[in-house]
């Protein structure tokens, strides 16, 4: 059976990377792919905002299923466009259609979906341009710090957490006046801080049933002991040793579920992955926000910890048998470590050579983001560039292969993180 995975980074590449290993898979194709996912796939070269050229190709190729990898697809209505059309119904697609994909399309609809649903969240108020005073009103009677988020999809970079008035008032007049975001800022979501530690936990569900994959901890921050600006990520760590036992079945009792039950009493088709964004605070998980797929750089940590075949969990998915399914799961620690270009997340140079792939351990993953092939080079073409992953019996053992793989790694002005999972060593919130 014949694969196409729509998306271009370290994700995607895991993806195909798990994917190509199965032996119910022919051919899997990567839209637009990097140069790293040429490696277990094949190049499609399609507009993926394009569903009329998506779908061309799709026939053109025998495609059998479709995993979208990314969510802008998903929220523009991938899944619906494929549905819609006769000929393209026996595609198995990977991803919820549209009204699903406004659980992470809008930030104002998942808040008041887990509100609806008495499902733990910070208490939050939405605001829009005409209702721009009564912010500012709202901003000067809350607590500090406040978090500020654009509602729509602002790739990774909608969120603020102001400390003050003053730097709360700027980035709420930058977001709603100045447009900041764009389309994605036209309502802000205002809401209170919790203080506590973060855990990305992930299903694959039809909706009705599900199987509860791997947690990770994601590190967002730039700089070591998580200070400066807000990234894609720069490293996970999976499992996350505080999510015990304990605390994930309160995860299942007081999210997962009350989650799938609201999304049967909207009438919301879901059929995929639902990233859910935790937070810890007095052993008691709140939820932060929904994604519609798979975190990056979490699936770098969690899909090597997968022994089970991807395939045939997709297949259950659409067989609607998750229920009965066993997944299996390396007891192992997965660290994954992503190199960045000098200067990310602001400004940064493409183009800069890569060298010493060749050199890294047998035993690491090196998962492609921001890459490209130029003649017989590689070389940079985005912020973040390369994730390296590692197992190991510990998570000492884990970082140490991991970080020493990154070490070996090198181009002009590439810059990681070498702490990553400093915090899980103390977490005792």
Known sequence: MNVLIIGSGAREHALAW????????????????????????????????????????????????????????????????????????????????????????????????????????????????????????YLRDHSYPVVLK???????????????FEHALDALENMLRNKRFGKAGSKVVIEEFLE?????VFILTDGKEYVLLPEAKDYKRIGEGDAGLNTGGMGAI???????EVFMQKVKERVIEPTIAGMQQEGLEYSGFLFIGLIKVNNEPYVIE??????????????PRIKSDLFELFKALHDHTLGSYKLEIDPRTAATVFLVSGGYPEGFEKGK??????????????????????????????????????LGDT??????????????????????????GFDLRQATV
């Open 238 to 244: 999976s499992p996350v040793p505080f999510a015990d």
């Open 196 to 200: 506590g530690i973060e855990v990305s």
């Open 353 to 390: 050579e890569i060298l010493g792939l060749d050199n890294v351990s047998s035993d690491v993953l090196v998962f492609h983001a921001g890459t490209k092939q130029v003649h017989d080079k590689l070389v940079s073409s985005g912020g973040r560039v390369i994730a390296v992953t590692a």
């Open 150 to 164: 654009a509602d729509g999809l602002a790739a990774g970079k909608g969120v603020i957490i102001s400390p003050d």
């Open 290 to 303: 929904y994604n519609v797929r798979l975190g990056d750089p979490e699936t770098e940590a969690i899909l």
């Open 395 to 420: 998570m000492d053992e884990a970082l140490e292969k991991a970080n020493a793989a990154a070490e070996t790694i090198t181009w002009q002005g590439r810059y990681y993180r070498r702490d990553i």
């Open 18 to 137: 798990k994917l190509s290993q199965s032996e119910y898979c022919d051919d899997v194709f990567v839209a637009p792919g990097n140069a790293g996912t040429m490696e277990f796939g094949t190049y499609a070269s399609v507009d993926i905002h394009n569903f009329e050229e998506v779908a061309k190709f799709a026939t053109d190729f025998n495609i059998m299923m479709l995993v979208v990898g990314q969510e802008n697809s998903l929220v523009e209505g991938m899944h619906d466009y494929f549905q819609e059309k006769e000929y393209l119904r026996h595609i198995l697609v990977i991803g919820p259609k549209k009204a699903g994909a406004m659980l992470e399309g809008s930030k104002d609809f998942c808040k008041a979906f887990l509100q609806k649903y008495n499902i733990p969240t910070a208490r939050y108020q939405t605001f829009t341009e005409d209702t721009y005073r009564d912010a500012v009103a």
